[in-house]
């Protein structure tokens, strides 16, 4: 009896799919315009191993079918995005400390017929500040946005020592929300509300300045949370978690007048890896993952 296999491009190899090759992939709607099946089938590649990450365009409706059908197809694992982190939680059988903190889970592992819900973005971001040389402990820093991507830094934060966060929000109601819940984890460290009309006059103090909206996005690159006729306090270190454009119009803001700049793309790749290593147990490829996302974004490698 002959095996059907199929055949697929990766960045770095051809690589062939058997009954023996391990999947995952990411839930999503819509996932098209995600850069994690090129990463990690890079990733993949460039470590040998016999796995696949495919996109999995799920409605939103749908999210507790499609986690019960990981389970159900074999799957090893996947990462969740928008519009199911939050609503993930409600059909997984255990949750990691920053997925409960965090209030949403981005990658499932699926162990012993378990499904283990975990949230790799705040280990993402810390690993993307370090990277650029950023260290948070003692730090004060404005966080734009109160959304999942804002929940996740503001973790990250609080566990990393900083001093205050002050959340910045078109709507304070949400902003206080979130102060509260991270409040409720981390008494160590002051959170504060604040509308995102207030961003202009953010305290001198202030050392790091994260925009967590989608505001600057492709196709929407005219935009950006900082007004334009404004210039950025200059000793600022500013961190966009929009990667595409890896230098959105907040981040040439504020290289315009020297502060320091974190582009998103560290923060796609290191949570990216945190994930890897969670399902495979083998130390994920960063610069292989890193050239793949430069490549598919078309920038090239730097």
Request: glycine residues 8%; proline residues 6%.
């Amino acid at each position: 009896m002959s095996v059907q296999v199929t055949h697929f491009e990766t960045p770095n190899s051809l690589s062939v799919i058997t009954g023996h090759t391990t999947l995952v992939g990411v839930i999503g709607w819509p996932v098209e315009h995600s850069l994690s099946p090129v990463m990690h089938n890079a990733a993949f590649a460039a470590t040998g191993l016999d796995w696949v990450y495919v996109p999995l365009p799920v409605y939103p409706d749908h999210i507790g079918e499609a986690l019960r059908g990981l389970r159900a197809l074999g799957f090893a694992g996947a990462n969740v995005t928008v519009p199911h982190k939050q609503a993930a939680l409600n059909h997984l059988d255990e949750l990691s400390h920053a997925a409960q903190v965090i209030g949403a889970a981005n990658t499932i592992i699926v162990r012993d017929g378990s499904l283990h819900g975990d949230n790799t973005d705040a280990v993402g971001f810390i690993a993307s500040l370090a990277g650029a040389g950023f260290e948070p402990a003692g730090t004060y820093c404005a966080l734009l946005g109160a959304g999942g991507a804002a929940r996740a830094v503001a973790h990250a934060l609080a566990d990393a020592s900083a001093m205050q966060v002050c959340i910045y929000n078109r709507d304070v109601s949400r902003a206080r929300k979130l102060c509260r819940d991270m409040a409720k984890f981390h008494s160590n460290v002051r959170f504060e509300p604040a509308s995102l009309d207030e961003i202009s006059v953010i305290s001198g103090e202030t050392d790091l300045l994260i925009n967590a909206t989608s505001l600057g996005m492709w196709p929407h690159t005219e935009a950006s949370p900082w007004p334009r006729e404004l210039p950025i306090p200059g000793h600022l270190t500013v961190c966009d978690l929009v990667y595409n454009p890896q230098e959105t119009l907040l981040l040439t803001q504020a290289r315009s007048v020297g502060a320091d700049i974190v582009d998103g793309l560290g923060m796609l790749i290191h949570q990216g890896a945190a994930a890897f290593e969670l399902w495979t147990g083998q130390a994920a490829p960063v610069a292989e993952m890193r050239a793949a996302c430069l490549e598919a974004l078309e920038v090239g490698p730097s």
